[in-house]
């Protein structure tokens, strides 16, 4: 029986790690906005909630792996001994909206998996997080898809 074991690595990006960030040692120059330009509308702020729990977002994709099976079982009707692992690398909006999402690294042919990625890829790119206070943050996500 073929199967999808999902891996979320809890290594994130620099600010849902806490590392320092560093700072421009020059501010860039104002740019004012052209006299025909509405007034840009303020940012919604979302500092009370927080930074996004990595596990939190590992657990939505576990919720989610059904459609990531699918994928990888369409994949396998054309190739049988389609297996391997595929990292993904999601960007989340602070919205909760997922911004993009892209292969970082894979350990099968690509050639064979091409349609399992796009489809894996597609199917991501559709789900919804809890809003969070980061702007935006890469979290990636580890996928073993195996017989």
């Known amino acids: 029986m073929r199967s999808l074991s999902l891996v979320v690595a809890f290594a994130t990006s620099l ?33 009370h909630l927080g930074p996004r729990d990595p596990i939190v977002v590992g657990s939505v994709a576990r919720a989610r792996d059904a459609e990531l099976q699918f994928c990888y079982l369409e994949g396998v009707k054309q190739h049988p001994d389609l297996a391997g692992r595929l990292t993904v690398h999601v960007r989340i909006a602070g919205d909760g909206s997922v911004t993009e999402a892209a292969v970082e690294s894979r350990s ?15 199917r ?20 073993l898809f195996s017989r």
């Open 15 to 47: 600010a849902a790690c806490g590392a320092p960030r560093t700072t421009a040692t020059h501010a860039p120059a104002p740019v004012a906005p052209p006299p025909s330009a509405a007034p840009a509308l303020p940012e919604i702020s979302r500092a």
């Open 108 to 122: 099968w042919d690509r050639g064979k998996a091409k349609n399992v990625e796009a489809c894996v890829l597609h």
């Open 124 to 143: 991501i790119a559709r789900w919804r997080f809890d809003e969070s206070a980061e702007k935006t943050a890469v979290y990636p996500l580890i996928l």
